[in-house]
T-cell receptor
Framework: AQSVTQLDSHVSVSEGTPVLLRCNYS??????LFWYVQHPNKGLQLLLK??????LVKGINGFEAEFKKSETSFHLTKPSAHMSDAAEYFC???????????FGKGTRLHILP | KAGVTQTPRYLIKTRGQQVTLSCSPI?????VSWYQQTPGQGLQFLFE???????NKGNFPGRFSGRQFSNSRSEMNVSTLELGDSALYLC??????????????FGSGTRLTVV
């Protein structure tokens, strides 16, 4: 069975400081992992994806994530937060076996001026 | 190119009624999947269609059904609405079935309120 856990439901950082959103996964098969962002009253936008290529994945808007198999983690980072980054972020896992998609509960990122 | 279009954006229905939601995928995308988003349960997968066939199904009762047409447009139907069906329903399209290689592009959703 597969699952995904986002360790923080809310994260607050000051503008210009680093962002870290944590995600741990569980999967019986080689997973594909994604981060999506959802702004208020909007759909989800793909930030980045890991599909067994390079373990450090770069995405849009300066975000990146590192796949660590030994830690079963796929944390999302950004060196310097911007006010426009305030949104909800979802970590997602799927496997090639049945491609059922499992979403984490989401982390709401607050940016302090 | 146009994104994923969901209609209507907002909907209010009464308990016991049925509702049909529509999703038009990005041109060329053949896979359409549906999700329910609620504050309590988060995002949950409903089902996925590819070439007019249901390829995957989540753990929802039979009141939730869907279909896909030959032009890849998809509809989702919920019969005998319950208060707990109030949610944001998101549709996503992808080039091919599953997310392993392609990822999904999401629409803005339909906000369903059951009263």
């Amino acid at each position: 069975a597969q699952s995904v856990t986002q360790l923080d439901s809310h994260v607050s950082v000051s503008e210009g400081t680093p962002v870290l959103l944590r995600c741990n996964y569980s999967s019986s098969y080689s997973p594909s992992l994604f981060w999506y962002v959802q702004h208020p009253n909007k759909g989800l936008q793909l930030l980045l994806k890991y599909t067994s290529a390079a373990t450090l994945v770069k995405g849009i808007n300066g975000f990146e994530a590192e796949f660590k198999k030994s830690e079963t983690s796929f944390h999302l980072t950004k060196p310097s937060a911007h006010m426009s980054d305030a949104a909800e972020y979802f970590c997602v896992v799927t496997t090639g076996r049945d491609d059922k998609i499992i979403f984490g509960k989401g982390t709401r990122l607050h940016i302090l001026p | 190119k146009a994104g994923v279009t969901q209609t209507p954006r907002y909907l209010i229905k009464t308990r016991g009624q049925q509702v049909t939601l529509s999703c038009s995928p990005i041109s060329g995308h053949r896979s359409v999947s549906w999700y329910q988003q609620t504050p309590g349960q988060g995002l949950q997968f409903l089902f996925e269609y590819f070439s007019e066939t249901q390829r995957n199904k989540g753990n929802f009762p039979g009141r939730f059904s869907g279909r896909q047409f030959s032009n890849s447009r998809s509809e989702m139907n919920v019969s005998t609405l319950e208060l707990g069906d109030s949610a944001l329903y998101l549709c996503a399209s992808s080039l091919d079935v599953g997310t392993t290689n392609y990822g999904y592009t999401f629409g803005s959703g339909t906000r369903l309120t059951v009263v």
